[in-house]
């Protein structure tokens, strides 16, 4: 167990309050590594030398703010190394508010859109169609805590887009050449992805790391993809350019490090001709370790997904989607951003750091810009349970959420029904909660349920599902049933079927492998024949997830090579990977 340094914990004549802190940080250590036998003292590395990752920074903060009372900035979850940073930082904290308080500014007035860019074959025909309807439009705001958070219309997002890809034009970019793009939540983002498509590039998003002090090990992690890729530029955070030189030797094709300030130096692209069947970008789905694998999106596949999940939740340019995900996620990317811009709805957007370090202000924004959709993994909905307070609750109203997607991980039936119980008395209708099921393979979004029902959860008799994989109900009384959320029906023009290991379709409620097919499907992984051959059983790809269908409906059991023994382990109370 980790143990204190006999030596007195003391920062800048503070013995008091750096003592506190030390006991703090101490005893979230233990709790997480009983069998380490590691000292700790006031310049231990928090994540090297305690073993705390983000999640753990986010307990310790928690636990600080706690004890003493007050809300540290949120750059301290960036920023602080050891024990001794979070001392002094504790010198800049603010003591916080209960309660909703309202923001100065709210969502701006929008006035009606005439149609969709329906005849739109690319994202950038897309985004030229607004430009030519209503370049003025106000499209997306950066969530400020204080109000007033900056915003952009399409119009502004097309110039600068415009001159990013002028940019990148002048500095050799071709048509078809991969740009790797490592930049956090911002218009910097926006900007550069729409500039690299603009410019005849492909984007190949790539998380940015948490804390600046990481960069080099994180560019190290991410070489795979940069070699992959064959990405020709990185752009990036102005700290990561000093390590342009050690990308060498991993991605030998990456020929400049560049920031979007670099970039935007003005002029006008030349726009190359691109079409729907031209990649739109790479989504990779893994990258630190093994070979990674970068999907294969054309402009044709998005446009019919976002097209297909619109219907599915009659999205138009009357909703405002509030999201914290994180746009190198195809959830976040697609899901929230550009299915937000194709159908001209308003997008508030924060990063994800800001919902870890207050996950109150996600329902904060909801609250105040009266957004009618979210989105959040499963986990996302228990961190706020975990964390909020009842006092913290008063004076929110959610009452005008119209849904609120929950995927990209397993759905636990019980989240969902402690989130709605917790926050009904704030305005949120169980009928706005949605489970949904999707893969970065069919772009996001596979399988939406019903408008306006709410979750569905089966209750299946264990041993007959254990024993023979079939999903018989259960009755009321069986206190061992396993609870299985439906995640609805496939989205128009996409079909899924259940096959056993030999490849033969299963009846109704019988678990096998699940398989899909549609108009968003990919065509493979980039430079990975392996791995695509191995996605394919004919015209049909592998999900690589276990399920069942009943009444046409889709309910995940979980991934085909852990489901076993997640089903022993954890109670099989889950559902939906994307």
Known sequence: MPTPSPQSPDVEGLPDISTRLFEIVGQLARELHPRSRRSITLDSRLERDLGLDSLGRVELLARIEKEFGIALPERVFSEVETPRDLARALTSARHPGAGATPLEERAPALDQVAGTPDRAQTLIEVLAWHVQEHADRPHAQ???????????????????AQRIAAGLQQRGLMP??????MLPTGFDYLFTFFGILLAGGVPVPIYPPARMSQIEEHLRRHGGILENSMAQLLVTVPQAKVFGRLLKSSAPAMKQVVTPDDLAGGGKPQLPAIGAQDTAFLQYTSGSTGRPKGVVLTHANLLANIRAMGGATDASAKDVFVTWLPLYHDMGLIGAWLGSLYYGAFVVMMSP?????????????????????????????????????????????????????????????????????????????????????????????????PLGRGPHVMRVQRDVFMREGRAEPARDED???????????PLPDHEVRVVDDNGRELPEAHEGRLQFRGPSATSGYYRNPEKTEALFDGDWLETGDMGYIVNGEIYISGRRKDVKRLATSRGYEKAAWP
């Open 142 to 160: 950066m969530y400020e805590e204080s109000g007033g958070g900056a915003c952009i219309t399409y119009g502004q997002l097309w110039e600068g």
């Open 176 to 181: 078809g050449d991969k740009v790797a793009l």
């Open 353 to 449: 750091l800001t919902f870890l370090t207050r996950p109150l202000r996600w329902l904060h924004a909801i609250h105040h810009y009266r957004a009618t959709l979210s989105a959040a993994p499963n986990f996302g909905y228990e961190f706020c349970l975990k964390r909020i307070t009842d006092e913290e609750l008063n004076g929110l109203d959610l009452s005008s959420l119209r849904l609120v997607f929950n995927g990209a991980e397993p759905v636990s039936p019980d989240t969902m029904q402690r989130f709605h119980a917790r926050l009904a008395p704030n305005g949120l209708r169980w009928e706005a909660l949605m489970p949904v099921y999707g893969l970065a393979e069919n772009s996001v979004g596979l399988s939406f349920p």
């Open 479 to 489: 206190a061992q049933a396993l609870q299985m959320v439906s995640c609805g029906q």
